[in-house]
T-cell receptor
Framework: KQEVTQIPAALSVPEGENLVLNCSFT??????LQWFRQDPGKGLTSLLL?????REQTSGRLNASLDKSSGRSTLYIAASQPGDSATYLC??????????FGAGTILRVKS | NAGVMQNPRHLVRRRGQEARLRCSPM?????VYWYRQLPEEGLKFMVY????????ESGMPKERFSAEFPKEGPSILRIQQVVRGDSAAYFC???????????????FGEGSRLTVL
C-alpha cells in the first residue's frame, strides 16, 4: 500500500528566501507525481507533473525533482513571496490515475 | 475552456437526509475521480468513473455512498442518511481520455463542502 509523507508539516519563512519542500513515498512503482497548491477553503491547483521517466520539471520559480529509486521528490521555490503562502500537496499517481496524497506542508511567507 | 465544475459549493444537511454532489468534468475529459478531504486530514481517493462505468470504487464506504457518471450530464456522488462524520470537502477531478494525450495529470474542481448538523 502506497504511503506518502511530506516534511515539514509547516514552514514559516521571510520573503525572498529560497525553500525546499520534501515528499517521500514507499512504493517506487509509480506512474507520475504531481505537486498541488491549495489555498484555504479552495480547490487544488496543479503546479507541476513529473512522469515516472523524468527527473525534474520547472515552471517559473518552481522546480520539482523526482528520484524514484529512493522514493523522494522535492519542490524548490525560489525567491518566495507572500502570495506563495498556501498548503502544498504532493500526490503519487499509480496506474489508472489514482492519486495518493501526502498530508501537505503549510507554507507561510512573511513580508 | 471551463475547468472542472462542482456544485453546490456548500451544502448543509441534517442527520438522516441525503446529499447529492455534482461534477462536470473539463471539456474533452471522460474520466472522473472523487476524493474526500476530512477536517485536518489529507485527500483520500473514493471512486474512479468513466461514462456509464465504475472503474475503481475501492475507496468508497460500503454503505450509504454511491456514484454515477451517466452518458449525459454530470457525475453524481450521492450520500444517503448522512451522519456528522460525513462532513468534509468532496473534490472531483477529471482527466482526458486514455491514450497519447493523457499524461495522467488530474485537474481538480473547487470542491463541495458538506456540513452535517
Amino acid at each position: 500500500k502506497q504511503e506518502v509523507t511530506q516534511i515539514p508539516a509547516a514552514l514559516s519563512v521571510p520573503e525572498g528566501e529560497n525553500l525546499v519542500l520534501n515528499c517521500s513515498f514507499t512504493d517506487s512503482a509509480i506512474y507520475n507525481l504531481q505537486w498541488f497548491r491549495q489555498d484555504p477553503g479552495k480547490g487544488l491547483t496543479s503546479l507541476l507533473l513529473i512522469q515516472s521517466s523524468q527527473r525534474e520539471q520547472t515552471s517559473g520559480r518552481l522546480n520539482a525533482s523526482l528520484d524514484k529509486s529512493s522514493g523522494r521528490s522535492t519542490l524548490y521555490i525560489a525567491a518566495s513571496q507572500p502570495g506563495d503562502s498556501a498548503t502544498y500537496l504532493c500526490a503519487v499517481g499509480s496506474y489508472g490515475n489514482k492519486l495518493v496524497f501526502g498530508a501537505g506542508t503549510i507554507l507561510r511567507v512573511k513580508s | 475552456n471551463a475547468g472542472v465544475m462542482q456544485n453546490p459549493r456548500h451544502l448543509v444537511r441534517r442527520r438522516g437526509q441525503e446529499a447529492r454532489l455534482r461534477c462536470s468534468p473539463m471539456k474533452g475529459h471522460s474520466h472522473v475521480y472523487w476524493y474526500r478531504q476530512l477536517p485536518e486530514e489529507g485527500l483520500k481517493f473514493m471512486v474512479y468513473l468513466q461514462k456509464e462505468n465504475i472503474i475503481d470504487e475501492s475507496g468508497m464506504p460500503k454503505e450509504r455512498f454511491s456514484a454515477e457518471f451517466p452518458k449525459e450530464g454530470p457525475s453524481i456522488l450521492r450520500i444517503q442518511q448522512v451522519v456528522r462524520g460525513d462532513s468534509a470537502a468532496y473534490f472531483c477531478a477529471s482527466s482526458p481520455t486514455q491514450g497519447a494525450m493523457n499524461t495522467g495529470e488530474l485537474f481538480f474542481g473547487e470542491g463541495s463542502r458538506l456540513t452535517v448538523l
